[in-house]
């Protein structure tokens, strides 16, 4: 059994068994277990609807998490193909687009769906002046960490960053102003390239639903449409973006006008609102750190591409 460096929730192990190998999660002590079977549950819906995901080997007593011992597990049949973060090809960006899709598809007849969101309520809400306090105090703890010496690299680079972050905060009124209302509902929680197995251009299989919890359907599609990643990495990221947008909307032809145009907005402000990965960095390290390093640094420069093409794009996707 090996470790797989991927993921920050589990722990996550490949292992070799007798005919197959197999995809082990182990969850940390305190994991709300009934909200992952929960999840799990999820993801065989959206099987029975169409998406390709990864089979569920349930233990002897049926179960879909063994709690039977200390170390609470699931597992997975393994799932031929890679993880694609960069450079993201059209075929690979309307698969994930017509996939995903489908998923929202058939979650928004879920009873949950039609339920309060307070995850939605708390993110409209944002404590701007809080933010602004965990900025300053993370600015602290770098340039502290920069005067004690000798100064690693990544706090100067937070340390530059995060005042940038910190400059940047003004402009989240702005872009909250016009948002229309958008729909909620359950989501698959944590829809990126790093949950999305490809073979080539075929996604060969969606990975981790997340516990069900209504959210924006503009943030999940914004999300994978305008990833970090593949910003950064893909110089033509806006052609890309619109592929999967295109085929997202091929397979949920419900969806809202408003929630279509508003997901590049919110995924806009979804980075400038958030500090995952330097947080992390300096109150609570993840289980892959240097990942959430890079991936901040990424979060930073692409939240800059945005704020960039505010004038040109009005922060709207149009079809």
Known sequence: MTGSAIGQGTTNYRATCVGQDVFVKNYPPGTDLAGEAAAIELSALAERHG?????????HAGDPIDASSLYAVSVWEWMPGAVVTTDLTAGQALAAGTTLGRIHAAFATLPASAGPSPQAQNWLAVDLVGLAATVDRLIDIAEARIAAGPADPFDTQA???????????ADIPRL???????????????YSPVNLIFDGDRLSAVI??????????????GRVAFYPNTVATTADWLTIARTLIEGYVRTNPTV????????????????????YGVKQHYLKPGLFQDALDEFWLLRHRVSGYGLECKGKYGHTYTP
């Open 208 to 221: 981790d639903f997340r516990p069900p919890d209504p959210f924006f359907v503009s943030y999940e599609v």
């Open 51 to 59: 998406t390709p995901v990864a089979g569920l080997l349930r233990n």
């Open 159 to 169: 340390a530059r960053t995060l005042a940038e972050r910190r400059d940047s905060i």
């Open 176 to 190: 909250m102003k016009d948002l229309p209302k958008l729909t909620t509902q359950i989501l698959h929680g944590d």
């Open 256 to 275: 809202t006008d408003d929630d279509i145009r508003s997901c590049a907005r919110v995924a806009l402000l979804q980075l400038l609102t958030s500090l």
